[in-house]
């Protein structure tokens, strides 16, 4: 017997499920389009060297990749062409939704508006170990912004972000932010030789999976000496302390971003330029949402990394208080367009991960409570297969008056029609038997309460309503 199961880390998504899901979904179209943004689609299979190299080592190893097919691989398998695995392949599985968004603005830039706003809702794949809120497929809910390099475009994203989760119900959640530039000037500090500087940051993003002495052990084994190691590990405990001291987000946040020295201030031959230009970034954020209900949620953070290897400024974050991991991220990258062609465009990103949204929401009980009950207002009897067209006709006219009617697909007795719509939570049921049609009249069953009345026929839709 075949396992019915689905593949590992994928999922089935049955009626309720998807109420839940869509419900969710048409929160965050509705604020993206009153922001401004458009929506975009783009193919769930990309060349492989669309995606390569895009998402740094772990995103190469985590890619789902797809099989050269029929005489294509036959030939190059008989010609001896392929001699490893990287031959075998030549297109994967979209990653994520910013990587395909850069090739479609290198692509099209001609037909775009110079600041270009899009939204984009799709499924995304990564062979990673599935785990609670994790899975191979899941939804990304991105937003960008193209064409800018002013802090007003990541003011506007995270004030988006903070409405829709508003609007969902969460009150709880904290939208931490940091600059890469300041990443590397406590790298400079640490005395990190540029060349190895990616590599401890890949460790240091580890901080909510392994926590400081797991990152302290990690660096240590990757041949970081023990001084840089002291230095990075002392500068994420500080942040850690002033995190957890801070009581109110703003002023934190403007106490953070108005120190006057660096951690790398006494590093000889070390220039930190880019170092104070990322502060005062930040503060332009913090002062732009100020006014916003990001206000009370954004937090300074300055050991957060997000690991992905194409962000070059502001980078955030979604953390509520019962889930390790976040509830998604995204920042600046000014260089990945530039990837695809030879210009370099501006862009900001924020990505909502759906799946998590959905899991807290569930056991928190944060949908409504009439988002699931039923499937139709309605559901129209079969009284014999004589009157079955009379019956459909019944449900044609109720559903130009916007009534949701499920029809019974067969003859049966009325007890098991009953039966039926009660087990799927269906309020209404209508009766069209002889004596109705002889008198144009409809029999409406209440399944709430077991009352049962004979209607004129015009008046039945009113009455559900």
Known sequence: MSNTNPARGMRDFLPSDVR????????????YEKYGFEPLETPSVENLDT?????GE???????????????????????????????????LRYDLTVPLARVVANYKNDLPKFFKRYQIQPVWRADRPARGRFREFYQCDVDAIGSGSMIVEAELISAVCEILDKLGFI?????????????????????????????????????????????????????NEESVRTITHQIENQISLLNSA??????????????????????????????AAKKDLRQIVEHTKNAAARNHIKVDESLVRGLSYYTGAIFEINVTD?????????????????FG???????????????????????????????????????????????GETLKLASELRQQNLRVLVYPEADKLGKQFKYADSINIPYVCILGKNELTENKVALKNMKTGEQETIDREEIAGKIK
């Not at 995606?51 to 998402?55: C, D, F, I, Q, R």
């Not at 062409?81 to 297109?91: H, P, Q, R, S």
């Open 247 to 276: 009581t109110n987000n703003y002023e934190y946040n403007l106490q953070i971003l108005s120190a006057t020295s660096s951690p790398a201030e006494e590093s000889a031959g070390e220039n930190m330029d880019s170092y104070w």
């Open 342 to 388: 030879k210009e370099q465009i501006s862009a900001v990103g924020f990505s909502l991960g759906l799946e998590r949204i959905l899991l807290i929401m569930e056991e928190r009980g944060m949908f409504p409570a009439d988002l699931t009950i039923n499937s139709a207002d309605v559901m129209v009897t079969i009284w014999n297969e004589e009157t079955a």
């Open 51 to 55: 995606l390569t190299n895009k998402y």
């Open 20 to 31: 839940k899901r869509n419900y969710v979904i048409n929160i965050i179209r509705e604020v």
């Open 58 to 92: 772990e995103g190469n190893q985590l890619m789902f990749k797809i099989l050269k097919r029929g005489e294509k691989l036959q030939q190059e398998l008989s010609e001896g062409k392929i001699t490893g695995e990287n031959e075998l392949t030549d297109l994967a």
């Open 172 to 224: 709880d959640y904290t939208i931490r932010v940091n600059h890469r530039e300041i990443l590397g000037g406590i790298m400079k500090a640490a005395g990190v030789p540029p060349e190895k500087r990616a590599q401890a940051l890949v460790i240091v993003d580890k901080l909510d999976k392994i926590g400081l002495n797991g990152i302290k052990e990690e660096l240590l084994a990757n041949d970081f």
């Open 323 to 339: 889930l390790a991991g976040s509830l998604g991220g995204g920042g600046r990258y000014d260089g990945l367009i530039g990837m």
